[in-house]
């Protein structure tokens, strides 16, 4: 058993300990609790001066746009910023596979232990699998017309079989939006997930203005898209509400549903998010970088609404530090306890991404994925500090010394997922 000491204690299950100890075994959590002589038995690491925390989650990222870094650049607007997206994307012929291995040792490097990942190809999973890092891989499905939904998505769900054998990885899945899948997608959608119990699904929801200005009245920038591209449906009425009411009706709101940003939401639309038990995923950099504005991040937290916070793409965000997106968290709502946004960035993500019995508090049977802080002389609120800014050279992984190793002077292994 390996004893770590440190400074602060954040085990996200109640208040930071001062001078805190963790006792950790076999890579599992054995103990937590203030520091103390009793009991050690193997090595005791002092970590001195730092914060130790579980390794963050971020609940929402597309690891296959990573190649589009800085390629995609910031809009006035989603749709104009849907349309550089769209013209990048045709022209970089798919998923970039080093880009992906680049952007997980980051996120990674950054406190990162878990991710909530969107795809449309699945290219991430062998990815996440080799560098051993824990995933939610939604395979999204993004198709309006009603015609062929059930094949569009039987052959989402055929994709989800062929990966057999996963480690670190869980699967599910997703609906784009409710402006690019359409009814009958969404019911055929509804259906394969309540076949797949216990994994839940995702939705990007209320991101842009005009996304609740096609569900009111079938017109705007998503309509002329949709037209664009040949993927419209005359058929199709608009339901003449916002996003929320939309999905309730169709079964599309519940405890096993992800909702990703929420950005246009009213407070009538977030308490029955709340009632639901939907969790909200907000991105504040990306939405800034789309053009859609601001996330009201205290009115989500004012209304009760489960929060996650997630980095969004590399297309749409400058890296996935997500220490950073706390950082504009902190920016967006001044006035949230620090303690609520770490809760975001821990807690609240592993329980959506249905990880949380291994990730996002400290306690006793939980994995031993920690994460320590360095900190300056000096900080007296450690949570605040955590929230306002932390850069990857600050973050180290607690690595479990191996009893077996350590007497011959080897390296000890990296218990990190
Ligand atoms: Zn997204």
């Known amino acids: 058993m390996t004893r770590y000491l440190a400074e602060w204690v954040l085990p996200m299950t109640g208040p930071p300990i001062r001078r805190g100890q ?3 075994a076999g890579g599992r959590v054995v103990s937590v609790g203030p520091a103390t002589t009793r009991g050690a038995i193997g090595p005791v690491v ?16 597309h690891l296959e746009l990573s190649g589009l870094r800085g390629e995609v650049a ?3 607007s989603m749709p104009a910023w849907v349309d550089r997206l769209l013209a990048r994307r045709g022209a970089s012929g798919g998923p970039d596979p080093a880009a992906m291995r680049s952007a997980i040792a980051e996120s990674r490097a950054s406190g990162t232990g878990l991710v909530g990942d969107i795809s449309n190809t699945l290219a991430s999973v062998p990815v996440l699998e080799v560098a051993d890092v824990s995933a939610r891989v ?8 009603d015609e062929g939904a059930a094949a569009v998505v039987g052959a989402a769900l055929e994709e989800l079989t062929a990966c057999g054998g996963l480690t670190t990885v869980r699967l599910g899945l997703a609906a784009h939006a409710p402006y690019s899948v359409g009814p009958a997608v969404f019911a055929a959608l509804d259906r394969a997930i309540r076949d ?4 839940p699904r995702s939705v990007h929801l209320a991101e842009s203005p005009e996304e609740i200005e096609f569900l009111r009245a079938g017109v705007g920038p998503w309509r002329t898209l949709l037209e664009r591209i040949g993927r419209w449906n005359p058929d199709w009425t608009p339901p003449g509400c916002g996003p929320v009411e939309y999905l309730d009706r169709m079964g599309w709101l519940g405890p096993d549903v992800v ?19 939907v969790t909200l995923v907000t991105c504040p950099r990306s939405n800034r970088w789309t053009g859609v504005g601001d996330p009201p991040i205290d009115r989500f937290i004012k209304a009760g609404v489960r ?5 969004d793409s590399l297309a749409s965000a400058p890296d996935l530090n997500l220490f950073a997106e706390l950082a504009s968290m902190r920016r967006c709502a001044p006035s949230v306890p620090a303690r609520r946004l770490l809760d975001c960035a821990t807690s609240a993500g ?7 019995d291994a990730f996002g508090r400290i306690a006793p049977g939980r994995r031993a994925a920690l994460i320590s802080v360095q900190l300056p002389p000096g900080v007296g609120d450690v949570e605040e500090y955590l929230v306002n800014g932390i850069t990857a050279d600050q973050v180290c992984w607690l690595e479990e010394p191996d009893d077996r190793t350590l007497g011959d002077g080897g390296q000890p292994p990296d218990h990190r997922s």
Do not use: K, M, S, Y
């Open 22 to 24: 963790i006792d950790v």
């Open 46 to 61: 002092d970590l001195g001066a730092t914060a130790v925390l579980p390794a963050l989650v971020n609940a929402h990222t």
């Open 74 to 76: 910031p809009a006035e």
């Open 138 to 145: 939604f395979r999204e499905v993004l198709a309006f017309p």
């Open 196 to 199: 797949r119990p216990r994994a």
């Open 259 to 277: 909702a990703v940003h929420g950005v246009q939401l009213t407070d009538t639309e977030l308490a029955c998010l709340a009632a639901r038990g």
């Open 307 to 311: 929060l996650a916070v997630g980095t």
């Open 350 to 356: 592993a329980d959506a991404l249905g990880f949380g």
